[in-house]
């Protein structure tokens, strides 16, 4: 890993009208790691996510991604920035008028003139690196399942080659069978690609299975930024309960324990 994180938020603020979300919030994103972003609902995870990503502009402070300040760059030359990497919304944010194939090939022809046949082939290749099926390809969203959705979604992100992939809840809504293989998948993508993951997660199982760090957010900031035994150490009130609640203890088995209630 580089030293230079390949994300770094300082003095972050983002502000909804009176409503403040984040205040002096400071995060490093480690190139090569997966880190999984935690906290409370309405703690401001998405909006951290879709901040760095500039769908939100911040009241304060800077966000850097590659060593860059993008809110500072002109549009052309952010354009170009952005397509270093790739996102998967919560519902998959898939064009129900558009096939699976189609959908992928979105930013495909949005930043890459390249000969259709060359850019069905490049869909077809990302529809079975996330382990789709190749008859995958013509179907509609709506004909998948919530899972083959997730992962067609995951295809998308993936076609530009990019670095990082911000995943913003990717196992919600799928079984535990399916949030397990997607973990699996997420994981295995991340060791051949070399990728960054940001991940908004509730799920404990994936923060157990894939996760090299976790950063908390509570109290407009991030709290607390480290690795599972980290986390199983705090005594914030927040993060004990979520760490070492029943759920917890379900997920994380003997670890938690281990680690626990001292
Ligand atoms: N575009 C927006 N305009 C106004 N308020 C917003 C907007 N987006 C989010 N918010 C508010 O910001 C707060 C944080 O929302 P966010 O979706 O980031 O929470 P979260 O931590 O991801 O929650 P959850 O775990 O429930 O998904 C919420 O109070 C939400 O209502």
Known sequence: MSEEPIIAIRGLRTQFGSQVIHDNLDLEVRRGEVIGIVGGSGTGKSVLLRTIIGLIRPKAGEIRVFGENLAAMEATERRRFEQRWGVLFQDGALFSSLTVAQNIEVPLKEHLKLPPALSDQLAALKISMVGLAANAGPKYPSELSGGMRKRAGLARALAMDPEIVFLDEPTAGLDPIGAAAFDELIRRLQQTLGLTVFMVTHDLDSLHAICDRIAVLAEKKVLVVGDM????????????????????RAALGEAGRAEGDD
Do not use: N, S, T, V
């Open 229 to 248: 035994a980290e986390m199983l150490r705090q005594d914030h009130p927040w993060i004990r309960e979520y760490f070492h609640g029943p759920r917890a």
